[in-house]
């Protein structure tokens, strides 16, 4: 089974950019980044189809962040521009084997361990 390794998470200030990794030991399909805050749920924030052509966000990073890809080398990017202190989560890095929308989490089969990306005001 196919593993996945996040990184490029840090502790930046508000306005900072900074860009995660997602290394995937084999081929991947498509993906999707989520995060999660002490405290609350695990929330969708991007997905990517396997070719790329299709990209979406949560309304919440919509404009700011950018997810891509580079199938060559097994690896997705967010690059998270603009960024605020209500960013700051554990972000993961998913693999999506179900049919259904790519927002529920329930349709991803295999995760990383996450990277931290803390915000400072």
């Known amino acids: 089974q196919v593993t996945l390794v996040e990184s490029g998470g840090g502790l930046v200030q508000t306005g900072d950019s900074l860009r995660l990794s997602c290394a995937a030991s084999?081929?991947?399909?498509?993906m999707g980044w989520f995060r999660q805050s002490p405290g609350k749920e695990r929330e969708f924030v991007s997905f990517i189809s396997w070719k790329g052509e299709t990209k979406s966000y949560s309304n919440s990073v919509k404009g700011r962040f950018t997810i891509s890809r580079d199938n060559d080398k097994n690896v997705v990017y967010l690059q998270m521009n603009n960024l605020k202190p209500e960013d700051t989560a554990l972000y993961y890095c998913a693999s999506k084997n179900g049919a259904g929308w790519w927002g529920d989490q329930r349709e991803y089969n295999i995760w990383g361990q996450g990277t931290q990306v803390t915000v400072s005001s």
């Open positions: 084999g081929r991947i399909f498509s």
